[in-house]
């Protein structure tokens, strides 16, 4: 493979975003969006020759280093790229939906006055994820972990005069940091045991690892290679919002609709997903870790679902399936079905970033709408817009012969067979998360495409409650169907949503793809290397497997309520009043956060300030010393009074001692 | 012109000072003109000591020696090495952005205030460079004076107090500093800081000695709990002040830690290093809880700076823990590489971000946070400048300020996770307590018609911050050059401060 090309991919982006970002001003909103589309265009080119170079060409794999960065202590810390399958798969995915994306943002921020800003953001994000993918160290991961969460933190706080956009970048930024920091100490493990950053090493290390116990207390130490694979994991759950990290996900929809598809979908989220596969040597020696990811994984596939039940949002029911979603990738790592995990980061990647785009044309044409409640009947008005979003939701929930079925089935079948410990809740979890999925995605299909039309008697209340803001203040109030600039990437997402899993679920899961990219152990092994299967046969046994009914019967229960009879869903509402009460406030997550932590946190800090610096080290010691200082020297002035009998008296003390002493020593 | 470039860095700026002053306020256009040429001539003479600094040894380079006092053996004698030499550069650079910075903006007496920070600039280059011990406690302590100066001059309203607590504190450590420098002359013969190094001392010896540097070194980093002057130093400083203050006295301490404590007591700082690291690790995590609280913007920006010179501190002693806990060196090569490169980059961030104030300041005469809000809609320019130092103090991957906390804490880690665990506390707090100062000051609408008003940055404003973000950004992407120059000495150090004296 060629260096050149492979430093080109991450670095075409980047000089994009640093010309459309410095010189937006001259070159003008033309100009900074046709640099950054065209340079990402290329980018998605070259990774596309990259990906058909290995799949089809034969090349081997590529490990190089550019440059270095320090050398200390003999650990060499490099700036390098490792590009294998798993890497190139990554890059495909990321250029392609990042190029989808540009395009769509010259028709959604269209009159935008940040518009050339904006095109520079997501170009450096670009840049940032590739040097993730691409990295072939934990140095440079933490480079691009940390820079993809910047450019996030800039995203979602893209509308800056917008208070909730504004808390909402903190508190992801933040949310993001307690993840890296357990990401760094993994990171300071693996540099203790391997005295490296190299992913080579730590891998070819591994069972070394796993035998060494790291001191934990005084008296106690704990396995090195599980807490180690605990606190990377820490960082995958920041970056990919798995429970309790995944309170910044649904916040995070205060930024643009274009980023959302990019970033909180489609890429930046799955970048937990990817490192865990990356780090599956590592992973794959601890039990207990994997364990642990089994379980969070699966709490947040099922329980964040929920969370789009009762939620009237249109972006945010997509991004609690988001976060859903994440889950079921983040159980199938647990279970060691790396490649069931990639494979649907991958399809998910379309459909997902499908899906909001498409809700993003919904928004446009709804002149700033996001809530379901005032919509409704709108496939008449936007059709395009309807048939691609269709095609999410079906890919969505695993409809057989649609991209999710394939990625979806795999994980699910994957745990059933898992006999690692957790395995049997996680197995429940995802399996009755598909009917849950199912309910949400078109719950939020009939209550947006179908059904009476709401939003006549909508249009005065449009000027409250948090819009997406787009500009298009048009003097219509009918909705309307988008641009071809914004539909154009609908329908070049749709296409993989539908074929993607079809075609590629032969050499993906059941071949050997990803080649010594994906390392695993003992069972897991002769799963993932079975027979060759066609598509087409896996789909019609999906149609007699549990998950097909489950997803069905969503299907149904969501017309049932929704569209049918929606009196009917009031009702159930009233009834379970409770669950409702604790999924409309999220679990109370966030007043946790909010009322505890954070409010621990302040109450600390200022008992900490104004206690120990201002009245303890302040107040006591050095004014104290000050003043102990001055009433010393009052005490001695006294002694110095100027008076002749003082004096006297004081000497004759003096003596008196003085002889007393010499009398007692003589 | 090599045999006495150090002496031109330390007379040079003085020489100009002196002459600014003999000049007056009568003709404000030639004073600022002299000083910026001056700064400009120090800084690119400075450049030399990198560009022929030789990396094969930990030799002192370009050295000069004259006899100062022959009574007392004591020596004028220079000399840089890979711990002082990115020192001093540092300090040339950072006095070009504080002339700068004040080129409209002293109205009082500006001839002496120019004057006091080119007379400053000499004596710091003098403290980095002196290779004598008595010179370099003359250098230290006549540092103070027109440090003194610019804080009780310039300052804010309650300075007189600000001043006396910096300088008693300051003046207090350095004392019992100068008791154990004339006790190890009477035993050595000389003032050579060198001959200290190689001075045999008993271990009750050295843990005199090592508390008497203690009290002058950690005052200036400062250390948590003598730290509570640089907050209220930092508050009343006019802005150059704050920069110099940040930027190059505080890593006299750390300095004064990595020349004298570990080489010259190793023993002690053996035996003393949990109480080191404790401290070390109370500065990063209760300090950057205090921060997170602060409603001044000086003053938390002050608070940071001990949370971050933390990691030096840190940096520095966990390499005897490390010692003890693998019973191997590995990794004290890289605690004290990330001690200094914190110490580099803390000057550069921290310079950045008081000098990011100093721009708000001047417009709207408030450090308080709550008078700012959605300045970025008014001064976009100036707010990208503020959001990328601010990332940097958070740590962020490609900027300086991550690169050496990323050494220390990876080293750290072989001492003990919890450790480690502490230290990357950080990680959480800094962006706490950054971010939401952005968050209320940059972002957000605009909260009143004083903020509406402001004007962006002008183009001397521009140069400034411009030059230190190229900086802040280069050292982040590739701190190998500055590595390179540090390492041999560093390896030096990790030699001295690890063999017993004993």
């Known amino acids: 493979m060629n260096p050149t090309e492979l430093i080109a991919i991450p670095l075409l982006p980047l000089a994009a975003a640093l010309i459309a970002g410095l010189c937006g001003r001259w070159i003008g909103r033309a100009g900074a969006h046709s640099v950054t589309c065209l340079a990402v265009a290329a980018a998605c080119a070259l990774s596309l020759h990259v990906l058909w170079q290995l799949v089809w060409g034969g090349v081997p794999s590529f490990e190089g280093t550019v440059y270095t960065w320090l050398v200390s202590d003999g650990v060499g810390m490099q700036v390098g790229f490792l590009v294998d399958r798993l890497t190139a798969l990554m890059m495909a995915v990321v250029t392609f939906v990042s190029l989808c994306v540009h395009i769509y943002t010259i028709g959604y921020m269209r009159d935008d006055p940040g518009y050339t800003r904006f095109f520079s953001y997501i170009s450096l994000f670009t840049f940032s994820m590739l040097m993730l993918v691409m990295s072939n160290n934990f140095m440079q991961l933490f480079f691009g972990w940390e820079a993809v969460g910047v450019v996030s933190y800039l995203l ?15 508190k992801a930024f933040l949310v993001n940091r307690v993840g890296d920091f357990g990401f760094v100490l993994g990171i300071a493990g693996i540099v203790y045991y391997t005295h490296s950053l190299d992913y080579p090493v730590a891998f070819a290390a591994a069972p070394r690892m796993a035998q060494a116990m790291l001191p934990f207390t005084a008296h106690t130490s704990v396995p090195a290679l599980t807490l180690i694979c605990i606190c990377l994991f820490v960082g995958a759950m920041g970056k990919s919002a798995q429970v309790p990290l995944h309170v910044w996900l649904p916040d995070s929809m205060e930024g643009p609709t274009p980023i959302s598809a990019l970033i909180h979908a489609a890429t930046m989220v799955t970048a937990g997903i990817f490192m865990v596969a990356r780090m599956s040597p590592l992973f794959e020696y601890s039990d207990t870790a994997l364990s642990l990811v089994l379980v969070i994984g699966a709490t947040t596939a099922f329980f964040m679902g929920l969370l789009g039940v009762v939620n009237n949002d249109i ?100 745990v ?60 219509e109030h009918e909705p309307h169907e988008s641009p071809a600039v914004v539909w154009v990437p609908l329908v070049a997402l749709a296409i993989p949503s539908v074929l ?12 050997t793809f990803f080649g010594g990219a994906i390392f695993t152990r003992g069972a897991q092994a002769a799963h993932a290397a079975g027979e060759g299967v066609s598509a087409v046969r896996l789909a019609l046994e999906g149609l007699a497997a549990p998950p097909f009914w489950l997803a069905l019967a969503g299907v149904v229960t969501a017309w049932l309520f929704f569209l049918r009879s929606p009196s009917l869903a009031d009702a159930a509402g009233r009834r379970l009043h409770a669950l409702r009460t604790l999924l409309v406030n999220k679990y109370y997550f966030d007043w946790f956060n909010e009322h505890v932590i954070a409010a621990l946190t302040r109450a600390l800090g200022t008992v900490l300030w104004k206690g120990g610096d201002q009245v303890l080290i302040d107040g006591v010691l050095v004014n104290g010393t000050a003043q102990a200082v001055s009433r010393l020297g009052s005490a001695t002035r006294r002694l110095q009074n100027g008076y002749l009998y003082s004096y006297a008296f004081w000497m004759m003390i003096g003596l008196a001692v003085l002889l007393g002493w010499f009398l007692a020593h003589a | 012109m090599h045999c006495c470039l ?38 690119v003479l400075s450049l030399p000591l990198w560009s022929g600094f030789d990396v094969t040894g ?41 002339v700068i910075a004040a080129w409209t903006v002293i109205e009082k007496r500006p001839a002496q205030y120019y004057a006091a920070f080119l007379i400053m600039e000499g004596l710091m280059v003098g403290v980095f460079s002196a290779t004598d011990a008595l010179l370099f406690y003359f250098f230290w302590e006549a540092m103070l004076i027109p440090m003194f100066l610019i804080i009780g001059v310039w300052g804010g309203p309650r300075r007189v107090y600000a001043t006396l607590k910096f300088f008693l ?47 002058a070194f950690a005052v200036k980093v400062p250390m948590w709990p003598v730290h509570t002057w640089l907050p209220d130093a930092h508050v009343e400083a006019p802005t150059g002040g704050s920069v110099i203050l940040a930027a190059i006295m505080l890593k006299m301490g750390g300095y004064g830690f990595l020349r004298f404590s570990l080489p010259i007591t190793p023993d002690a700082s053996r035996e003393l290093d949990l109480v080191m690291i404790a401290l070390s690790l109370i500065a990063v995590v209760y300090i950057g809880l205090v921060a997170l ?38 990794g004290a090569g890289m605690a004290l590489d990330g001690a200094m490169v914190q110490m580099i980059s803390h000057g550069l961030i921290s310079g950045s971000l008081f000098l990011c104030v100093g721009v708000l300041y001047d417009r709207l005469h408030s450090r308080q946070i709550a008078d700012y809000g959605g300045v970025v809609n008014v001064m976009p320019v100036f707010a990208v400048f503020m959001v990328l130092f601010a990332l940097a103090n958070t740590g962020l991957p490609g900027t300086s300020g991550f690169v050496g906390e990323f050494l220390v804490i990876i080293a750290t880690f072989r001492a003990s996770f919890w450790y480690a665990f502490f230290a990357a506390v950080t990680l959480v707090t800094g962006a706490a307590y950054t971010l939401w100062l952005v968050k209320r000051v940059v972002f957000g609408p605009v909260t009143s018609p004083r903020v509406a008003a402001l004007k962006d940055l002008n183009p001397r404003e521009f140069v400034v911050l411009g030059m230190l973000a190229v900086l802040v950004i280069g050292v982040g992407v590739w701190p190998a050059p500055l590595l390179r120059v540090m390492q041999p000495t560093i390896r030096h150090l990790v030699t001295l401060a690890l063999a017993s004296k004993l």
């Not at chain 1, 979602?156 to 903190?170: D, K, P």
């Not at chain 2, 040079?12 to 910026?36: E, H």
């Not at chain 2, 007392?72 to 070009?96: N, Q």
């Open chain 1, 315 to 414: 972006k945010r029911v997509i991004a609690y399936s988001t976060l859903s979603q994440l889950g079921y990738m983040t159980v199938a790592l647990g279970a060691s079905a790396y490649g069931a995990g990639i494979f649907h980061l991958m399809t998910h990647a379309f459909f997902k970033a499908l899906l909001f785009l498409a809700a993003g044309s919904v928004i446009i044409g709804m002149h700033h709408e996001q809530d379901m409640r005032r919509m409704g009947g709108l496939a008449k008005y936007m059709p395009i817009t309807a048939v691609t979003c269709w095609i999410g939701a079906l890919a969505l929930i695993g409809t057989p012969l649609f991209s999710g079925f394939y990625s979806k089935d795999a994980i699910i079948e994957a």
């Open chain 2, 293 to 330: 609280m602060q409603q001044d913007m000086k003053k938390l920006i002050a608070y940071s700076s001990i949370a971050h010179m933390g990691f030096v501190t840190l940096g520095a002693f966990v390499i005897y823990a490390i010692v003890a806990a693998t019973g191997s060196r590995v």
């Open chain 1, 416 to 475: 059933h067979e898992s006999h690692r410990y957790g395995a049997g809740y996680a197995y429940w979890c995802v399996l009755l998360g598909v009917f849950i999925t199912a309910l949400y995605t078109f719950r939020m299909l009939f209550m947006t495409f179908h059904g009476a039309e709401r939003f006549r008697q909508a249009q005065h209340h449009a000027a409250d409650g948090a819009h997406d803001r787009h500009g298009d203040h048009g003097h």
């Open chain 2, 169 to 215: 504190y300051t003046f207090l450590g350095s004392v019992f500093m100068l008791v154990a420098l004339i006790y190890m002359y009477v035993k050595a013969g000389d003032y050579a800081i060198a001959s200290f190094q190689a001075l045999p001392l008993s271990l009750a010896e050295q843990r005199w000695i090592f508390a008497a540097f203690f009290l």
């Open chain 1, 156 to 170: 979602i706080g893209f509308w800056y005069q917008r208070e909730s956009a504004i808390f909402a970048n903190l």
């Open chain 2, 58 to 98: 930990a030799a002192m380079q370009f050295p000069e020696k004259l006899p100062w006092i022959p009574r007392f053996s004591a020596w004028y004698a220079l000399g840089v090495d890979g711990i002082s030499m990115p020192l001093i550069v540092l300090t040339t650079f950072m006095t070009v952005p504080v």
């Open chain 1, 500 to 511: 993607i899993g079809a075609l590629t679920v032969a050499p993906v899961l059941h071949g």
């Open chain 2, 6 to 43: 150090l002496s031109i860095l330390i007379w040079m700026p003085i020489a100009a000072g002196a002459l600014i002053l003999l000049l007056g306020d009568a003709r404000p256009a030639v004073t600022r003109w002299l000083a910026l040429i001056a700064a400009l001539a120090a800084l």
